[in-house]
T-cell receptor, first 110, second 115 residues
Framework: DAKTTQPNSMESNEEEPVHLPCNHS???????IHWYRQLPSQGPEYVIH???SNVNNRMASLAIAEDRKSSTLILHRATLRDAAVYYC???????????FGTGTRLTIIP | EPEVTQTPSHQVTQMGQEVILRCVPI?????FYWYRQILGQKVEFLVS????????KSEIFDDQFSVERPDGSNFTLKIRSTKLEDSAMYFC?????????????FGEGSWLTVV
């Protein structure tokens, strides 16, 4: 299975944009890139996903590199509620379960 | 917004006892999952369930675990004889479709403590 690499932790100031990177250099052509987050003492929460093109939704944007070997989750204006562990996960046909790594722990500074 | 609900939120049980964790998936969803997270560790896949049968299970999901959809709304995880190492947060999840582009929705979890 293709693996992802994320920084263990990041900090950001409240009300500023946050760019969370993810490397997936062994990604295959049919792997979808998913982002989930887990707030303290809560279940994982879907954030966004994409295949090749950049994606936007009400929570975030996903920027996918042209070679698909990396992606960046963008929170446009961080709030204290965005403090969570963010997971970048690859999924493919035939192995569709979510395989969580250690993710990036995002701290928001008031 | 529809959500996955789980009960109980927290259960303490004696080692060797049977435990049933209950989940109500989102109403129009057909695919159901259990994951667990031992304190301080990663979220781990246990089992997926569709059309009244297990579609995939992990190595963790051994003979002491079972899942059931006893009626049209509930989805349960049974641990037959609990061990200390079963202490964890158990998350139920559901989705309306298969495929790597689908979205899986998680509940808030049931915290199981085995003493």
């Amino acid at each position: 299975d293709a693996k992802t690499t994320q920084p263990n932790s990041m900090e950001s100031n409240e009300e500023e944009p946050v760019h969370l990177p993810c490397n997936h250099s062994t990604i295959s052509g049919t792997d979808y890139i998913h982002w989930y987050r887990q707030l303290p003492s809560q279940g994982p929460e879907y954030v966004i996903h994409g295949l090749t093109s950049n994606v936007n939704n009400r929570m975030a944007s996903l920027a996918i590199a042209e070679d698909r070997k990396s992606s960046t989750l963008i929170l446009h204006r961080a709030t204290l509620r965005d403090a969570a562990v963010y997971y970048c996960i690859l999924r493919r046909f035939g192995n569709e379960k979510l395989t969580f790594g250690t993710g990036t722990r995002l701290t928001i500074i008031p | 917004e529809p959500e996955v609900t789980q009960t109980p939120s927290h259960q303490v049980t004696q080692m060797g006892q049977e435990v049933i964790l209950r989940c109500v998936p989102i109403s129009n969803h057909l695919y159901f999952y259990w994951y667990r997270q031992i304190l301080g560790q990663k979220v781990e896949f246990l089992v997926s369930f569709y059309n009244n049968e297990i579609s995939e299970k992990s190595e963790i999901f051994d003979d002491q675990f079972s899942v059931e959809r006893p009626d049209g709304s509930n989805f349960t995880l049974k641990i037959r004889s609990t061990k200390l190492e079963d202490s964890a947060m158990y998350f139920c999840a559901s989705s309306d479709s298969r495929g790597p582009g689908n979205t899986i929705y998680f509940g808030e979890g049931s915290w199981l403590t085995v003493v």
